[in-house]
């Protein structure tokens, strides 16, 4: 079973920004939209693994700072090549001003 870990407080994270979070070995991405919504996906491109925490964020979707991919942060589709891999999701909790992402 998959653990909730406290990966930020809510004010870390601007309304549509990104930041990126690291877990034991792995890479992480939460995004907030405009609506105060918390999404969380791998932290690095399929394409050439490179980090999306760099990225553009609009509304929902991230765009790869490298090859311009962009993927749907609340579902992990991508929607724009060169990337044709899409990311995981995680799910999001907010509690005490914190977000928690289930890993």
């Not at 105060?36 to 394409?47: I, V």
């Not at 311009?68 to 899409?86: I, L, M, Q």
């Amino acid at each position: 079973m998959a653990d909730w870990v406290d990966a930020c407080a809510i004010e870390d994270i601007e309304a549509e920004d990104v930041i990126r979070f690291d877990h034991g070995a792995r890479t992480f991405i939460i995004l907030r939209d405009h609506d105060n919504n918390y999404y969380c996906t791998d932290g690095l491109c399929p394409h050439e693994e490179v980090h999306l925490a760099g990225g553009l964020v609009v509304e929902t979707t991230i765009e790869c700072p490298k090859h311009a991919s962009v993927f749907d942060a609340s579902t992990g589709e991508v929607e724009t090549p060169p990337a044709c891999e899409n990311l995981n999701t995680y799910a999001t909790r907010i509690a005490d001003g914190r977000v928690f992402v289930q890993v």
